[in-house]
Structure formats: C-alpha cells, structure tokens
C-alpha cells in the first residue's frame, strides 16, 4: 500500500472499533466487527503477515462475526436490560483507555531493534522439514501449545453443548433448516461447496510450504458444510454419532501418539527426530482437519434439539 492507503486503512480500522463499541444497535455492532476483521485482514496482507491475515478474516471475523450473529439473533428475545448509567460509561471509557495506553507504552518500551526469534526459526526450520515458518513454529518449536489449542476447542465446544437441557441430550445440534430449493440459497449451496472443498484442502496441503495450514481450511471446509445445513440440503449429526465423537477425539489422540514417539524417539514429549520431522507434522495436521472442521461448523448451531427424523 501507498501512504495514503496505510493512513486511510488505519483512520478505518479506528472508526470501526469505535464504531463497534459505541453502537446502541446490536446487529450494527456486530456488522462493523465483522467488517474490521476483513480489513485487518488486509492490513496483515500489507504486514507480509499472510497466514495472520488468513487466520483473522476466516476465524477472527468469519466464525467469530457467525457468533456474535447468533448472540444478537437470540438478544432479540431477551428481557430488556436498563441502559448504562453515565458513571459506568466513564468507568468503562476510562478502564479501556488506561488498557490502551498501557499497551501502547509496552510497545514504545521495546528496544529497537525489537527482541525477535526470527534468527532462531530461520537457523532451525530445515530440521523441522517443512518451509513455511509459521507451521515450524506451532507444529514444532511450539508444538504443545497447538495441542493444548486444539483441546481447548474441544472444551467450548462441550460446553456449548452442556447449555442444552437434560431433556434434549443426546439430540440433534441445532434446529431444522429449509429453504426455497429453487431459490438462490439452496443454488449457492449446490455450487459453491465443490469449489470450497477444493480451496479448502489447497490450502490445508500447502500450508507446510506456503501460506495456509489446518486452522484457515478447517474454516473453509466448516463454512462449506454449514452452507449445505442452512440450505436445508443435509442435517448436524446427532451427539450420540459415533463418527462424530471419533472425529472431534482424532486430532487431540493424533497429536498425543505424536507425541508419545517422541517420548519413545527422542526421549522429549512431542519431540520430532530430523529423519521424520515433515511427515509427523503432516500427520498432526491431517489428525487436526476433521476435528476442527467438526468443531468450528458445531461451535455455529444453538445447542441441542431433539427433532423427529425426516
């Protein structure tokens, strides 16, 4: 970008957040945070930061904006909630802004240039086999804190769940969908998941070598199948599916057996001898697919509904 362009993204990005904070309407809200995650995407783009900015507009402001969606959605029928007073809205500008500034002076504080272990990927990813430094980084220099991520998912996902009556357990995700099957919708969900199927496992493939991994094609993939649900052109497994369990279970218990190798190879939990670094990675990430492919569409649906089958 030229430097009008940088100055104007930024002016943007400021009215945006401002914009998403200081709304009263709560669909306008989450329009606006949706679009400051696209834009930050590009930003990140401008940054050289292509995996970032992949990972923010797909999670960030794709999945993410999905939520918040919902969460207006079912605002709609809630009691209403008295407004905030003037001395709370001082209190809440005030607390933000002190937050703001204690970050913008840790980032002033940092010693120019700033501390950085570039040098270190860079001297140490070839061991790891693949080319792309941010798979090195989270399949290998940092490795247990992707699989402490990928559980994490795991947990909120349960939890979503365990917001469902006992009466509704185990039931279908979600409620019933139809749509018009000649109209525009139930078109787009024809045409369009082929070709996120094919984007989607491009780039998970990719990912040891270029920009792209697990986390942006399990977003892809999870829009594809919601697309397809909210057309009404298939159903959200029931909880009791057994292939639904094993596939939620396939990347943690993947990235753990993983892990035991190493134990067992290299003496270290996680550890990756040199010889087989590139294709243990690639099995990290192909146990990881499905799992956060079932967890990102899961995390979209209100919790269970007991339905009688079609």
Not at 294 to 305: E, G, K
Request: proline letters at 7%.
């Amino acid at each position: 970008m030229t430097a009008w362009l940088d100055s104007a993204a930024l002016i943007l990005l400021i009215g945006l957040a401002a914009w998403v904070v200081l709304g009263r309407n709560t669909f306008a809200a989450v329009a606006g945070f949706i679009a400051y995650g696209m834009l930050l995407g590009l930003v990140w783009v401008e940054l050289q930061g292509i995996d970032v900015a992949m990972t923010e507009a797909a999670i960030g402001g794709g999945l993410t904006g999905a939520l918040m969606i919902g969460a207006a959605r079912r605002l709609k029928s809630a009691a209403p909630v008295a407004p905030a007073t003037a001395g709370t809205l001082v209190i809440a500008i005030g607390v933000g802004a002190a937050m703001a500034a204690i970050l913008a002076a840790c980032v002033l504080a940092l010693p120019n240039p700033a501390p950085s272990l570039a040098s270190l990927v860079a001297g140490n990813i070839a061991a790891t086999g693949v080319q792309n430094p941010i798979t090195a980084v989270l399949l290998a220099f940092r490795s247990m804190d992707t699989l402490l991520e990928a559980v994490v998912l795991l947990l909120a996902l349960i939890a979503v769940w365990s917001l469902a009556p006992d009466a509704e357990w185990p039931g279908r995700i979600g409620v019933p969908q139809t749509a018009n099957p000649n109209g525009i919708l139930a078109y787009i969900a024809r045409v369009l998941p082929p070709i996120g199927l094919v984007i989607g496992f491009y780039i998970f493939w990719a990912g040891a070598d270029q920009p792209g991994g697990k986390f942006q094609a399990a977003t892809i993939l999870a829009a594809m199948w919601l697309l397809i649900i909210s057309a009404g052109l298939g159903k959200t497994p029931p909880v009791s599916s057994r292939w639904l369990r094993a596939g939620l279970i396939a990347g943690p218990i993947g990235f753990i057996l993983v892990g035991a190798y190493g134990v067992a190879s290299t003496g270290a939990f996680l550890g990756l001898p040199a010889a087989y670094a590139k294709p243990l990675i690639v099995t990290i990430e192909i146990a990881l697919l499905p799992t956060l492919t079932l967890i990102l569409a899961l995390l979209i649906p209100p919790p269970l509904r007991k339905r009688a089958e079609a």
